[in-house]
């Protein structure tokens, strides 16, 4: 039988996070610009991304600015603070099974998970290396990382390290009220891994996602491979590449029943290349680890940081 969960405490999960969602941006940081002609779309993701850092990224006090002429996201509304229209007294607990009905229905699943009638649902995807990751084993200089004992192939090969991010957890950080995914041009250490099933199991925790992973604990934590993608998790991506199967992440979501506007899509990574073809897809995408940066600035040292993590519209370099 299929254990019982009380909708009280999916609702309390749900929301204990949402009224702290920082949307402030780091002013060190640097938004994407340039008008893109009508070839654009042509164009290399590689060009493209020379081409902000070529002098085309400007400085707008921390605020994204997206392309003239881009009929892209809209400035997000402020949150007024709606209430949930499902309480507890309406039903008072609810299965794994009816978790995925419930999930069905937009105005019951924003309930479900937490969300204010009316709010959009959001998605917040990862890399791992150098993200989710800092260098292995190093915390002298990252002394906000932890290693672990597990083995991590990347880079050489180490024990796994966890960054300043995964040490404190994304919870701590807006994501907290999201879904969340993975999306890496590396395999970890391999899909049935300690480290990887470390990464499902631990890492990918937030109130929200935990709840929707409720729908189905066993199935959804896989690994796509690709643009093979049958969960949120995606490992073997190509740098530069990665826009395309983050949107078909968004669109798996949207399979199980959970509509997410690609504006409410937010991808972390430590690599500057994969950062400016999020542009076009209409996707938000930040670079992380700014302050330590390994191979001549390309990858990140330490990882992400929870104040890298902020909720801000646009395609945002380090500098």
């Known amino acids: 039988m299929a254990p019982r969960l009380s909708l009280a405490f999916l609702l309390i999960a749900g929301t204990s996070r949402l009224g702290a969602i920082a949307?402030?941006?780091?002013?060190?940081?640097s938004s994407l610009r340039g008008a893109q002609s009508a070839e654009s779309s042509a164009v290399e993701p590689a060009e493209a991304t020379e081409g902000a850092r070529g002098g085309e990224v400007q400085s707008n006090g921390g605020v994204g600015v997206l392309p003239e002429g881009w009929a892209g996201p809209r400035e997000?509304?402020?949150?007024?603070?709606?209430?949930?229209?499902?309480?507890?007294?309406?039903?008072?607990?609810?299965?794994?099974?009816?978790?995925?009905?419930?999930?069905?229905?937009?105005?019951?699943?924003n309930a479900t998970l937490g969300l204010a009638t009316g709010q959009p649902a959001c998605l917040c995807v990862f890399d791992i290396d150098r993200t989710l990751t800092g260098r292995q084993g190093n915390t002298q200089r990252c002394p906000q990382n932890r290693p672990t004992d597990m083995w991590d192939s990347a880079y050489g090969g180490g024990h796994a390290t966890l960054s300043a991010l995964s040490n404190a957890g994304i919870r701590t950080t807006f994501c907290d009220g999201c879904v969340l995914g993975i999306c890496s041009a590396g395999h970890g250490s391999g899909s049935s891994s300690p480290w990887n099933n470390y990464l499902l199991n631990e890492v990918m925790r937030g109130a929200v996602h935990d709840t929707f992973m409720l729908k189905n604990p066993i199935g959804f934590k896989q690994w796509s491979q690709g643009?093979?993608?049958?969960?949120?998790?995606?490992?073997?991506?190509?740098?530069r590449q990665k826009q395309d199967a983050v949107e078909l992440v968004r669109k798996w979501y949207e399979q199980q029943g959970l509509q997410i506007p690609p504006q409410e899509v937010y991808f972390f990574g430590d690599r500057t290349e994969n950062i400016a073809p999020f542009h076009y897809r209409g996707l938000n995408s930040r670079e992380v680890s700014c302050g330590t940066r390994d191979q001549q600035g390309r990858?990140?040292?330490?990882?992400?940081?929870?104040?890298?993590?902020?909720?801000a519209r646009g395609n945002y370099l380090c500098r």
């Open 23 to 29: 949307e402030d941006v780091q002013p060190t940081q």
């Open 76 to 109: 997000e509304e402020a949150a007024e603070g709606k209430s949930v229209p499902t309480s507890a007294t309406e039903a008072s607990s609810v299965s794994s099974e009816s978790l995925g009905s419930l999930l069905n229905n937009s105005t019951v699943a």
């Open 227 to 239: 643009t093979n993608v049958i969960s949120p998790f995606v490992l073997g991506q190509s740098n």
């Open 299 to 311: 990858i990140g040292y330490c990882g992400a940081s929870p104040a890298e993590i902020v909720k």
